[in-house]
DNA sequence: CGTCCCTTGTGAAACCATTCACAATCAACC
DNA sequence: GGTTGATTGTGAATGGTTTCACAAGGGACG
């Protein structure tokens, strides 16, 4: 198989989504072009990333929705659970518990580490906060993949260090740092504080931040 | 000036937050070395990327840390206050409203939305949710810079037309969504399945994914 | 004030993702 | 079963970002 880029796995990701909704809808095949429409890129594009795993399409007809829905949740690994443990329960780690919308997609969050005493022990949604003190070996204990970091940007390069001595592989970040984690490990960084700050420059120069074929400031 | 790109101006912003740490630690003078190993790049990356705005180092010592930051904090726009506002008060706005941690840079939050006739007419610290039905009379009013979009998938491409139609140029979009817009409005998605499920690609296919030259996972 | 060492700024090279363009292929219909 | 119209899959072209490599410049110190 060829080398598969970031950007090409995000795209799969939102492909993946239309074609959910789509085979909600009972549509059974849709052309590169529609698919490319409602996920905001182009058709070239979607054909590129889906023949980079295989050909799902037949030439004339378009894509087989539900089989091309199957063959993304395999790819993505999403045919399991995924065992997720966030490190942090102060705002952002209470609000993310609470989303919990990724549950569809097979994402659980099993258990919440906290280094506030006060918040240790308390009860969420039958999840009780445990302690800073015990991440090691709980996180080897409830056999934990992913890592959600939710902790101030002063502490997350330690807990990431914990977290990876202890054999995650996967983390999530939302500390506003750059992390640095040996190359076996994947980490996604979620910067708001980054997002905005493009935002403002946008806005502040009037919006003169080129984009990749001049497609200025869609997404 | 050159063209600015949009990896640059996220760079930037890192960039700032590591320059203030240093200003903070009373450092005057840092080289571009250590502010890549920092911001977790390169010292050719930095050196590119701040040669676009101007010559701010000296040959043979580094980059004067506090003139540096000034420099940084103009070029992205942070001189000023931007008035945000929040559309969908559930979880996410909640949560988004209560971390509130960018008002250190000068980004407030003055209204809050929902369509929730349950919820509009809570108080939050201070702000009462206003109902969806205002939405564009009250962009005006209060003067909106940037609208922040934390309500469901299917309602989000609705609340950015209006957004833009009622003439605001900034979103930053919460729903698991891509969403549409003119190219006069700038607009980021902060999208948390598409993250997990670049995670859950990297575990399943034992990190194979192709990062720019070969520095395979890390960030 | 000359030499040395260090670090910047930048043109050129390398690299990578996206877009183009078209031959190959398939279904449908007569 | 041939013809038509549509759409895929993909090699080549394009365009943009990152990395390389080095000349230019500046401070420090004798």
Redesign the interface.
């Known amino acids: 198989m060829k ?4 950007p090409t ?2 795209r ?3 492909y ?2 239309v074609l959910t909704e789509l085979g909600e809808s009972g549509v059974g095949t849709v052309s590169s072009e529609e698919l490319a429409r ?3 890129t182009t058709a070239a594009q979607v054909r590129k990333d889906l023949s980079i795993f295989g050909t799902f399409g037949k030439r004339g007809l378009g894509y087989p929705v539900d089989a091309l829905t199957e063959e993304l949740r395999r ?4 045919g399991r659970r ?1 065992r997720v443990a966030l490190v942090g329960a102060g ?2 780690g ?3 518990f ?2 919990q ?2 549950r569809r ?3 659980y969050i099993e258990a919440v580490f906290d280094r506030d005493e006060a918040k240790v022990g308390q009860e969420w949604n039958g999840l009780v906060v445990r302690s800073d003190a015990e991440l090691e070996k709980a996180l080897a204990e409830e056999e934990i ?2 890592v959600i970091v939710a902790v101030p940007a002063e502490a997350a390069q330690g807990v990431v260090d914990r977290v990876v001595r202890a054999g995650v ?4 970040n939302f500390a ?6 040996p ?23 009037g ?5 990749r074929r001049g ?5």
């Open positions: 080398k598969v880029s970031e796995v995000g799969l990701s939102l993946l989504r409602r996920a905001g790819i993505l690994g999403l995924w705002r952002i209470r609000a993310l609470g989303y919308d990724f997609q097979g994402f993949d992913i592989r996967g983390i999530l506003p740092v750059k992390l640095h984690v190359p076996d490990v994947a980490l996604k960084t979620v910067n708001m504080a980054v997002e905005l700050e493009s935002l403002s420059y946008a806005l502040a120069n919006l003169a931040v080129s984009r497609r200025a400031n869609r997404e």
